[in-house]
C-alpha cells in the first residue's frame, strides 16, 4: 500500500473505491440482515427506506425496531439508538484532525459517509494524510462504496424478505459480518478492555426492557476504555 494517494481527484477517488472493495461482502451481509428485519416490522415501506437513509446505521436501526414495535417511549428509542452510535462521535474525533481545515459543507457531508469499515480503513492512512490535498477525495471513494452498497443490500432486503428462507440463518451471516467489522478495531489495549466489559455487561443485563442492558454496557465499555487508555499512558 503505497503511503501517498495519486494527484488527481478522480483517481484518489478511485482508489477509495477500490481498497474498500474486500469490506463488501460484510457490509452487504449486515445491510441485508438489517433490511429483512426492517421489512419484518411494523414499519411501511416508506418508514423502512426513510429511516434506513436517515439513520444510515444498522446497528441502531437494529436497536430501535424492536423498542419501536412494542410501543416503547420515543424518547427510550431515540436514547437507545444514540448511544448505539455513540462509537461515531469517536471516530469523528480520530478523523478531525485530517479533515478539519475543510469547509464545514464539505465536513458535514463527509461526516455522514463516516461508517465502520471506513473508518478502519482510512485510519490505516491517516498519519499520513492530514497534509495531503487529495484526502478528501480519498475518503469519499471510502464512503461512497460504503454508502451505495449498503442502501443497495439493505432494499433487496426489503424487497426480498418474504423470499429469504429462515434455514438460511441469515442472523448469523450478520454475525459474522459484525465480527469483521470488530476484529479490526481490537487492536489496542484500551479497545479490548471496553469490548469486554461492554460484552460481559450486555450479557449480563439482557433482561432488561426496551435494550437498557445494551445502553448501560456501551456507557460502561466507553468509560473502561477511556479508564484503560488514561492509565496506559500514564505509565508510559
Do not use: C
Not at 154 to 163: D, I, M, P, R, Y
Request: glycine letters at 8%; proline letters at 6%; aromatic letters at 8%.
Amino acid at each position: 500500500m503505497s503511503a501517498r494517494l495519486p494527484r488527481t481527484p478522480g483517481a484518489a477517488l478511485a482508489l477509495g473505491m477500490r481498497e474498500m472493495v474486500p469490506g463488501i461482502p460484510a457490509m452487504a451481509a449486515w445491510s441485508l440482515v438489517t433490511g429483512v428485519a426492517m421489512a419484518k416490522s411494523a414499519l411501511t415501506l416508506g418508514q423502512a427506506v426513510g429511516m434506513s437513509l436517515i439513520a444510515y446505521a444498522g446497528a441502531a436501526q437494529l436497536a430501535a425496531l424492536p423498542l419501536m414495535v412494542a410501543g416503547a417511549p420515543i424518547v427510550v428509542t431515540v436514547l437507545s439508538a444514540l448511544m448505539v452510535n455513540l462509537r461515531f462521535v469517536i471516530y469523528s474525533a480520530a478523523i478531525a484532525p485530517s479533515l478539519r481545515m475543510l469547509p464545514l459543507q464539505q465536513r458535514l457531508g463527509l461526516g455522514y459517509l463516516i461508517s465502520d469499515m471506513g473508518f478502519v480503513f482510512y485510519m490505516r492512512r491517516e498519519s499520513v494524510l492530514r497534509d495531503d490535498p487529495m484526502r478528501k477525495w480519498y475518503f469519499l471513494g471510502l464512503g461512497a462504496t460504503v454508502f451505495f452498497v449498503w442502501h443497495a443490500a439493505s432494499l433487496v432486503g426489503l424487497f426480498a424478505a418474504t423470499a429469504i428462507p429462515e434455514s438460511w440463518g441469515l442472523d448469523f451471516v450478520g454475525t459474522l459480518a459484525l465480527l469483521a467489522l470488530l476484529v479490526p478495531m481490537l487492536a489496542t489495549r484500551p479497545s479490548q478492555v471496553g469490548a469486554a466489559v461492554a460484552a460481559t455487561l450486555s450479557l449480563s443485563l439482557h433482561r432488561l426492557p426496551f435494550k437498557l442492558g445494551v445502553v448501560t454496557a456501551i456507557l460502561a465499555g466507553i468509560a473502561a476504555a477511556v479508564l484503560a487508555e488514561r492509565r496506559l499512558g500514564a505509565r508510559t
